[in-house]
């Protein structure tokens, strides 16, 4: 079952019109969010980081849309499905209302809420994770490359090149060809023992995991910094991981010639199931 404005309905249902902004303009925000252990975690991180798109997007918020609404109209979307399982990949979408061309008729929006199983109830990365740098195109260092909208078309044309190409994910570099990112979650790299991650500023995704990820860090006493990253960076540091909201952290085993360890790595991915099992994220 789906969520679309309030009303359950089945995920085969047409739900849009061809007219849909998102379809026809990527006129939309999402969050990702991760339901296990009975709650949304992280939720009041993600809950701010969607008003802040749409406000940078020129939305109407209705009053409605206060945590615990959002939030319900989530697990309103788990407690409808027929399967039981323990960990739910939940994503909500917020549109702007039909009308207009690239000037839009109205600021008012819809939402809609699905939810796909998981295969844990637990943080879960793969053994081996092979990467390459993605630099057929470049992401622009704005404020637009840190909101989670579906304006997606290079992380889409990046994601398909590195399962041609035999990779596990790419990674993406700015217009100043500075490291920013993964295709599909934030960069930290370890050298000499201190962790680093590109600035909000080199146009990487302001990541709720990214956002946990520092602050483990400062509580385990491990130095982390945020700047730029160049990509002869990737060929000498010790540790190469990604972090998103689903996986958690992914410790990158290889990047061209480079292979890379774990210890850091390993000391975060505790850190972060403590935190989350300690419920300080709920």
């Known amino acids: 079952m789906i969520n679309h404005n309030g009303a359950l309905t089945s995920p085969q249902s047409p739900v849009f019109t061809v007219q849909n902004r998102g379809l026809l303009f990527g006129d939309a925000v999402f969050e990702t969010l991760r339901y296990s ?19 940078i997007f020129r939305m109407d918020i209705p009053m ?35 009308g207009g061309a690239y000037l839009p008729n109205t600021r008012e929006v819809g939402y809609v809420v699905e939810a796909k199983p998981l295969d844990s109830e637990y943080y879960l990365a793969a053994d081996t994770y092979k990467v390459e740098l993605f630099n057929d195109y470049y992401l622009q260092k704005s404020m637009l490359s840190n909101l989670k909208s579906n304006n997606k078309a290079l992380q889409v044309i990046g994601s398909i090149f590195m ?45 709720i995991m990214r956002k946990q990820i520092i602050r483990i860090a400062k509580k385990l006493e491990i130095s982390c910094v945020e700047e730029p990253i160049s990509p002869f960076d990737l060929q000498r540091v010790q540790e190469l991981f990604m972090t998103n ?16 360890e774990k210890h850091i790595t390993l000391k975060l991915q505790q850190g972060l199931f403590d935190w989350v099992n300690s419920s300080q994220d709920a």
């Open 37 to 55: 252990q009975n709650h949304i975690h992280f939720w009041e991180d993600h809950y701010f980081r969607l008003m802040a798109a749409m406000r």
């Open 163 to 207: 399962q041609e190409q035999g990779f596990d994910n790419g990674i993406l570099v700015n217009d100043e060809k500075e490291v920013v990112e993964f295709l599909n979650g934030n960069l930290f790299i370890v050298e000499d023992g201190k962790l680093r991650t590109p600035p909000i500023t080199s146009g990487c995704l302001d990541g």
């Open 245 to 260: 909201a689903i996986v958690g952290i992914q410790p990158v085993s290889s990047y061209r010639r480079t292979t890379y």
């Open 64 to 98: 409605t849309f206060t945590p615990e609404f959002l939030e319900q109209e989530c697990l309103r979307v788990i407690e409808a499905q027929s399967e039981t399982v323990a960990a739910w990949r939940i994503r909500l979408t917020v549109y702007r209302k039909d």
